[in-house]
């Protein structure tokens, strides 16, 4: 463990082997500090940043069916929907409204929606909103949108870019390990296609994400191959800006099941700091860990608190439901001794927020 | 002047910490570095071994003659939702208890107007009635004030009583912050803190056990907790009656004080409150992580940060979800057990007075 340790701290890669120790060895303490050390160098400005956006799920209509999900409808289900473009618009424009940048649009994989449909909403949406961030349409979404409108998948993200797609986010990495996919998203695209249009798009000039669903029916070193997977493809010329490490939420799926505690979210998030030094930003997520583990998460790797959603779907609908505004945001990042700093998709900072200070006989230091 | 390398240095030597140095451990930003001085303390106490028990609260009644400006449930008799339950309806609470496997039953309630002291004796002889195996940890502080001027009793006299009639130790409920500044404005109709720790000096003396708690993120300084627990320390000295330190996270929910909660008080307050705690009471034997007001991701993540105790099973519990606490109402023992592994710990099933029973 103390050479695993010293090479952390010089800087030097881990094995697989020893990052697979880390996790299912190291105290979670030993663990928090190692992430620590490398987020403080990485972010050395002791900010937090938060960015302001929307989730617009435009439909649950879904071929893929994952067994881990809540939120997927088949077409004649009594609650399928697909919004109505108005519809859509309505909601940016009150994310606009309301101080946002980011639009991310995440739907299912809709059987009657090919390329045309998007690209007429985004261009619209570009023409209406031009200062929003387009941050739409993961891997999944992707493929099967090049899958029926019969084109290959740079010639769909080309399109898609020209009509007014900003970046990717990275859902639906779930675990990049085609024996888990198979398990619990047997009709999801694998992760060999998850990575080629995260390639192409960055080869395109689109920043993108990615994400890790753990908790699920993973080994601790499938874990670790969706890290080190993860690691290769943006050194091989991958734009991720942030990873982001959330975890299997099991109310009301086919999968069933317990989630991961609290310990082992900030062990898979502080391992993720740790493999992933390639990617400048680790966002906790406060929708599936609730705001006082969140704010714990900065401690482990964290310097992001992702979004925070005006509108979110996909998490509730397991039940797990989680609300946070401004003012609660600002709270749990300067709480934790941090400044907090409103950014861009792009993490370009927007303004920074001073602490408040509490009337009343405390001494809580300015 | 305090430094981390000189309070590292003296929580390695094994020397107690003076209060400026527990103050400057609450100003610090550097949570893993506090949290890392507490795990080596309660490694020392307790290696890899977390407590917990199978226990069920009963809250015999929400009626109270006090209204602390904090606590989402109290009523007034004629309020709507204003309970008292009867001797049979408590008796059903215990057996189901028993019959779930519980070694202890907690009572906790409001201070009723109109309850004639034979009640509490009653309430006692009922539970015990049930069942021997049944350790009632009963009253706080607060309470067996109020039992003593009710019975016209002085308190040792009253918790002699008390205990022939089935008390077995008592909890630590009703500390809040000690301070009278604060208190004055927390909770102004209920006794001074000084009055809590004499109550608990005698009950002490008395030879039963007790519990002490602390709530805070509310109006509270940190210089506030640094006194309550100093006064904690320094009676323990002189008693040695205290088993477990509980500090109670505020719960924001349904009360007048809501809007008063300490913004800066989230996750990473709880984890350094509780670290602190294990590393200035070097007197107490147990730092107890109470997940109902935690939730028990929190709870489980203080397993690294000198918590050795997870509370119970609790099986209905009405206080802190009165004021809006979002975790379960009760758990079972298999999800206490996991969450005691996946934080690489040994679960141990204690009894109310901390006999090890079983270790899973």
């Known amino acids: 463990m103390k050479t695993i340790e010293s090479k952390i701290y010089n800087g030097e890669q881990l094995a697989r082997a020893e990052a697979l120790r880390l996790l299912t060895e190291a105290d979670l303490l030993v663990l928090g500090k190692l992430a620590d050390s490398i987020r403080r160098r990485l972010h050395p400005d002791n900010l937090v940043t938060f960015v302001v956006d929307r989730n617009v799920n435009y439909t649950n209509i879904c071929e893929s069916k994952c067994r881990f999900c809540a939120f997927y409808r088949d077409e004649g289900a009594a609650d399928a929907y697909l919004l109505a473009e108005e519809n859509i618009y309505q909601k940016i424009e009150e994310l606009v409204a309301a101080g946002g940048t980011q639009l991310l649009m995440q739907g299912g994989l809709h059987p009657g929606l090919g390329i045309e449909w998007f690209e007429r909403l985004f261009r619209e949406i570009k023409r209406r909103f031009p200062q929003v961030q387009n941050h739409s349409l993961s891997p999944a979404e992707i493929t099967h949108t090049a899958g029926?409108?019969?084109?290959?998948?740079?010639?769909?993200?080309?399109?898609?870019?020209?009509?007014?797609?900003?970046?990717?986010?990275?859902?639906?990495?779930?675990?990049?390990?085609?024996?888990?996919?198979?398990?619990?998203?047997?009709?999801?695209?694998?992760?060999?296609?998850?990575?080629?249009?995260?390639?192409?798009?960055?080869?395109?000039?689109?920043?993108?994400?990615?994400?890790?669903?753990?908790?699920?029916?993973?080994?601790p070193d499938d874990l670790v191959e969706h890290l080190f997977r993860v690691r290769r493809l943006q050194e091989e010329g991958g734009s991720f800006t942030a990873f982001i490490p959330w975890s299997y939420q099991p109310g009301n799926t086919e999968l069933g099941g317990k989630t991961a505690t609290g310990v082992e979210y900030l062990k898979a998030l502080a391992l993720s700091r740790i493999i992933l030094d390639n990617i400048p930003n680790i966002q906790a997520s406060w929708v599936t860990q609730g705001a006082k583990l969140a704010q714990v998460a900065l401690f482990f790797g964290a310097n992001d608190l992702g979004g925070t959603m005006l509108e979110e779907n996909v998490v509730a609908a397991t039940g797990c439901k989680f609300c946070m505004d401004m003012e609660e945001m600002l709270e749990m990042i300067h709480g934790a001794g941090f400044q907090a700093a409103q950014r861009t998709t792009l993490y370009r900072i927007l303004q920074k927020f001073e602490r408040k200070h509490r009337d009343g006989g405390t001494d809580i230091k300015p | 002047m305090a430094t981390h390398a000189s309070i590292s240095g003296k929580v390695h030597a094994g020397e107690r910490l003076t209060d400026d140095e527990a103050l400057f451990l609450f100003e610090s930003p550097d949570l893993l570095s506090i949290g890392e001085l507490a795990a080596l303390v309660n490694e020392r106490r307790n290696g890899r071994r977390v407590f917990f028990n199978i226990n069920r609260h009963i809250n015999h009644t929400n009626i109270c003659v006090n209204r602390c400006r904090f606590c989402a449930f109290s009523r007034t008799a004629d309020a709507p939702g204003a309970y008292c339950l009867d001797l049979e309806e408590i008796r059903n609470r215990a057996v189901e208890a028993a019959t779930q496997g519980a070694t202890e039953i907690h009572i906790v309630g409001?201070?009723?107007?109109?309850?004639?002291?034979?009640f509490y004796l009653d309430l006692l002889r009922t539970v015990r009635a049930v069942s021997s195996a049944l350790?009632?940890?009963?009253?706080?502080?607060?309470?067996?004030?109020?039992?003593?001027?009710?019975?016209?009793?002085?308190?040792?006299?009253?918790?002699?009583?008390?205990?022939?009639?089935?008390?077995?130790?008592?909890?630590?409920?009703?500390?809040?912050?000690?301070?009278?500044?604060?208190?004055?404005?927390?909770?102004?109709?209920?006794?001074?803190?000084?009055?809590?720790?004499?109550?608990?000096?005698e009950?002490?003396?008395?030879?039963?056990?007790?519990?002490?708690?602390?709530?805070?993120?509310?109006?509270?300084?940190?210089?506030?907790?640094?006194?309550?627990?100093?006064?904690?320390?320094?009676?323990?000295?002189?008693?040695?009656?205290?088993?477990?330190?509980?500090?109670?996270?505020?719960?924001?929910?349904?009360?007048?004080?809501?809007?008063?909660?300490?913004?800066?008080?989230?996750?990473?307050?709880?984890?350094?409150?509780?670290?602190?705690?294990?590393?200035?009471?070097?007197?107490?034997?147990?730092?107890?992580?109470?997940?109902?007001?935690?939730?028990?991701?929190?709870?489980?993540?203080?397993?690294?940060?000198?918590?050795?105790?997870?509370?119970g099973t609790v099986m209905e519990e009405n206080i802190g979800h009165n004021a809006g606490a979002a975790s379960p109402q009760a758990m079972g023992i298999d999800e206490i057990v996991n969450l005691i592994r996946k934080a690489g710990r040994l679960p141990v099933e204690r009894d109310t007075l901390y006999n090890e029973l079983k270790t899973y």
């Not at chain 1, 085609?178 to 960055?202: C, F, H, N, Y």
């Not at chain 2, 056990?209 to 320094?234: Q, W």
């Open chain 1, 148 to 219: 029926i409108s019969g084109l290959s998948v740079p010639e769909t993200i080309r399109r898609l870019n020209i009509a007014g797609l900003d970046s990717i986010p990275g859902g639906g990495a779930e675990i990049l390990v085609d024996s888990v996919r198979r398990e619990i998203s047997p009709r999801k695209i694998g992760w060999e296609e998850w990575a080629t249009v995260m390639l192409e798009g960055a080869r395109q000039g689109l920043p993108t994400t990615a994400t890790m669903m753990f908790g699920s029916r993973e080994r």
């Open chain 2, 110 to 118: 409001g201070l009723h107007p109109d309850l004639p002291f034979e």
């Open chain 2, 203 to 311: 009950v002490h003396r008395a030879g039963l056990k007790s519990n002490a708690t602390m709530l805070y993120g509310h109006l509270e300084s940190h210089a506030d907790r640094v006194d309550h627990m100093r006064r904690l320390r320094d009676l323990q000295d002189r008693t040695g009656g205290f088993q477990a330190f509980i500090p109670l996270a505020f719960q924001a929910g349904n009360n007048p004080l809501g809007h008063l909660k300490n913004p800066a008080s989230g996750g990473v307050d709880d984890l350094k409150t509780l670290a602190i705690a294990r590393i200035y009471l070097d007197n107490f034997a147990n730092i107890k992580a109470y997940w109902v007001m935690l939730g028990e991701k929190i709870a489980q993540v203080s397993l690294a940060f000198g918590v050795n105790d997870l509370d």
């Open chain 2, 135 to 201: 350790h009632i940890k009963a009253f706080t502080a607060v309470e067996i004030d109020y039992l003593a001027a009710l019975a016209g009793l002085s308190v040792p006299e009253t918790l002699s009583i008390l205990r022939e009639a089935g008390l077995g130790s008592l909890p630590g409920g009703g500390a809040e912050i000690l301070r009278r500044e604060v208190r004055d404005r927390l909770c102004p109709e209920k006794i001074s803190g000084e009055r809590w720790l004499t109550v608990m000096e």
